[in-house]
């Protein structure tokens, strides 16, 4: 059964539409990238595929959602926050238990982050904060992640990195990426968004950067 | 022919404002009765500069008790309005809130000593109860005001608790922090002018030092508060919190008995209007002429010379902002005239204003003199303070005028809209301060209230209290309209 299903979907905040007559269907498994120019409804289309996997979908919001007074670990372990009791979370959070130091420990040397585990999420780099964020949504058990611009803060090294973790450890994956090369390396489904339309579904194999130009090229 | 501006809203509301003060101040008794007020002034100066730190034992205790009041009052207003900031969406805790707050301390310690007598419960509950409903209020702003992006970003299927745990309190916790320490700061002044009705604090020694004349030990007393005050942030650390509230737990005088029946009697029969408890006769006629006499000869007057009072002491502060704040802006005088500038407004704004009206009341007679130059002075430094902070801020250019040119043009406008918003917020605490004050002898609400406590007459009293917390809940509407429609904004930090 496909994970996500729209058909003629129409979406956008208090009556303008973003998003119109969006027919997409994501089958588990697939790694799919969104692209396309800012302003061309991706990060509307990742909310709308968000909100419809209702048995939850690890996310990596564009604008994170850290919570800046807490550590690496705290927001790291927000990603199992419902798997766990009110009693244990509170306990975690009053005093971290070693067994959740070790799963969080685990997820943050994947992603080069070990030594910030009791750091503030508030003194890190626009990068570090961004790792955390992906290390949250890692550690959520969820099997699609979903990721609006997830490396745009860090170098192209580790980029390739995180995204390689990324689809090793989630089985279905969708991305809004702006970087074009990386979108054709790490998925093998590319989504071309232009002005809320979807005027691009090819497989990435084969692909090179240049086959998106008409993506962002001024219209007329 | 047509002017060739309009004035801004801003400047006609200003305008108007300083119109309603001036033909209050008309009619206001500014008179200054004392014989010799410059001798007695003389006198106290000589007592500050000669401050005796033993002249009386009671010094150690009066402090201690003061801490103590105010340590368990602010907790308990903290624990009780952070439970009620949860419920803020609730119109009735809301509502209430609003008047708890809108009946100052003061008058709560009244009604508490009827209840609990000297217990310690009056004291904490006086400073708790109006504290929890001002903390509620502020603590639901903090957590409305938070980020929302972390709770989208919570998995779905999180409890309600552990989301707002994790998601919504870390990031309103350092607020709570910083809103704690400053309403502690506000509770030591409380606690220690509760003293004036009878709690063993600061302000009782204050008034028997005071009406003796020994103005050495006067002194030595604000001294030891000031020092309190402006140490707060080296003795006040969390990990010393539970042991401050151990020791202040412990050194209150609680073997004083709580009459059960007392307290009973004070709900049931006390409280309860005159007429409808008294035996016999037409209830009905006689509910009226209490009405009545409550109404127009108590209830009306004090009310008008409490908003009399207020609008003058509130274009007060305004004009004597305008002359504090440039003490502290580096904009405008140079390190050491800012550094002097500082010792002074932290002196007066931490004066509370209810013993400057004290001192200024036996200097010079009852009128509304003392309480004017009191509650401007107070507030004035308060907001002059905030305003300074704020000029710190500002980055002028470099080839920006200097001196009286540089006041005019380039600092006053840009500060203010703040000014005014300060000010508007402070409208309603000036006149809660205002009614309070009444109880050295104005002929403000606080006057006929202190009087009916003094006759025993509960139902009296707590009518007029009522009336003074509506008038409060007024004021703050109309302020708050007047703040909306100007669009003037206070930040979190200038609560």
Known sequence: MALI????????????????????????????????????????????A???????????????????????????????????????????????????????????????????????????????????????ALYHPGEILIADEPVSAVDEHQAREILETMNGEKRTVVLAMHDRALAI???????????????????????????????????G | ???????????????????????????????????????????????????????????????????????????????????????????????????????????????????FGLSPLTGILA???????IIAKVYAEILEEADPAPLRAVPLGSGLISTFLFARLPDAWAHFRTYSMYRLECGLRSSAVLGFVGLPTLGFHLESSFSQGRYSEVSALLILFYVVIASMRLWM??????????????????????????????????????????????TLAALGDWLHLMLFEQALPGAAATIQLTMVALV????????????????????????????????????????????????WGPSMLPAIVALSLHNGAIIGHLIGRFTETVKLRPDASRGIDRYVYEVSPRIYRPMMALLFYRWEVILRETAILGILGIATLGFYVDSAFADLRFDRALFLILITAMLNICVDAISRAIRARLRLQTTLKHR
Not at chain 1, 26 to 42: D, H
Not at chain 2, 50 to 63: E, I, K, W
Not at chain 2, 68 to 80: I, K, P, R, T
Not at chain 2, 252 to 262: C, H, Q
């Open chain 1, 5 to 48: 299903d729209f058909r003629d979907e129409t979406a956008g905040y208090g009556g303008t539409a973003i998003l119109e007559g969006i027919t997409l269907r994501i089958e588990p498994g697939e790694k799919v990238a969104v692209v396309g120019e800012s302003g061309a409804g991706k990060s509307t289309l990742l909310r709308l």
């Open chain 1, 50 to 136: 968000y909100e419809r996997c209702r048995n939850g979908a690890a996310l990596v919001p564009q604008e994170l959602g850290l919570v800046q007074s807490l550590t690496v670990f705290h927001n790291v372990y927000m990603g199992r926050l419902h798997r766990h009791s009110t009693w244990r979370n509170l306990r975690n959070l009053v005093r971290p238990a070693p067994a959740e130091v070790r799963e969080v420990g685990a997820v943050l040397s994947q992603l080069r982050l070990e030594d910030k585990l009791f750091a503030a999420v508030g003194e890190l780099s626009g990068g570090q904060q961004q790792r955390t964020a992906v290390g949250r």
């Open chain 1, 185 to 219: 390396a790490f998925a093998d489904r590319l989504v071309g968004l232009r002005n809320g339309r979807i005027v691009l579904d090819e497989p990435a194999a084969g692909m090179k950067p240049d086959d998106l130009d008409h993506l962002y090229r001024p219209a």
């Open chain 2, 1 to 115: 022919m047509a002017s060739l501006r309009e004035a801004s809203p801003l400047a006609r509301t200003t305008l108007a404002f300083v119109a309603v003060a001036l033909v209050c101040a008309l009619f206001a008794d500014l008179a200054v009765t004392t014989v010799n007020p410059y001798q007695e002034l003389v006198r106290l100066l000589a007592g500050v500069v000669t401050p005796d730190f033993y002249a009386t034992d009671n010094l150690g205790s009066a402090l201690a008790y003061t801490l103590a009041f105010a340590l368990l009052g602010v907790a308990f207003g903290n624990v009780l309005g952070f439970g009620l900031a949860l419920l803020f969406f609730s119109r009735i805790v809301r509502t209430g809130c609003a008047f708890v707050r809108a009946i100052h301390e003061l008058f709560w310690a009244l009604i508490f000593l009827q209840i």
């Open chain 2, 127 to 133: 400073i708790g109860i109006p504290y929890a409903g």
């Open chain 2, 237 to 282: 650390r969390k990990p010393l919190l539970p042991v401050w509230l151990v020791a202040a737990a412990a050194i209150l005088p609680w073997g004083l008995t709580v009459s059960a029946a007392n307290m009973l009697r004070f709900f049931t029969h006390d409280i309860v209007p005159y007429p409808l408890r008294a035996p016999g006769g037409d």
């Open chain 2, 316 to 363: 007060a502060t305004g004009v004597l902002t305008m002359f504090f704040f440039p003490l502290v802006s580096p904009l405008l005088l140079g390190r050491w005239a800012r550094g002097a500038g500082h010792v002074f407004l932290v002196v007066v704004r931490s004066t509370p204003e209810y013993i400057l009206a004290f001192v200024l009341l036996q200097l």
